[in-house]
């Protein structure tokens, strides 16, 4: 996506945004994997990447996090 801002008074800039999906919800019974983005694709990690993954495990059951 890209976007430009020209304000009426001689000042402007040009914003390149881009999105790279990350985060979800893991429901597996036994186990999941959550990972960085582009981790073992060979691209560098995004700085100021910003995921939020959603744990649910049925009442009673323990989650464990390995890191």
Request: a negative charge; proline letters at 7%; hydrophobic letters at 35%.
């Given at each position: 996506?890209?976007?430009?801002?020209?304000?009426?008074?001689?000042?402007?800039?040009?914003?390149?945004?881009?999105?790279y999906?990350?985060?979800g919800?893991?429901?597996?019974?036994?186990?999941?994997v959550?990972?960085?983005?582009?981790?073992?694709?060979?691209?560098?990690?995004?700085?100021?990447?910003?995921?939020?993954?959603?744990?649910?495990?049925?009442?009673?059951?323990?989650?464990?996090?390995?890191?």
């Amino acid at each position: 996506m890209q976007s430009a801002f020209m304000p009426e008074e001689g000042l402007s800039f040009k914003l390149n945004v881009q999105y790279y999906k990350c985060g979800g919800l893991i429901t597996e019974p036994n186990s999941g994997v959550i990972t960085s983005p582009n981790f073992g694709d060979g691209r560098p990690y995004l700085s100021n990447s910003h995921c939020l993954w959603m744990l649910v495990a049925p009442e009673g059951m323990i989650v464990k996090l390995y890191y």
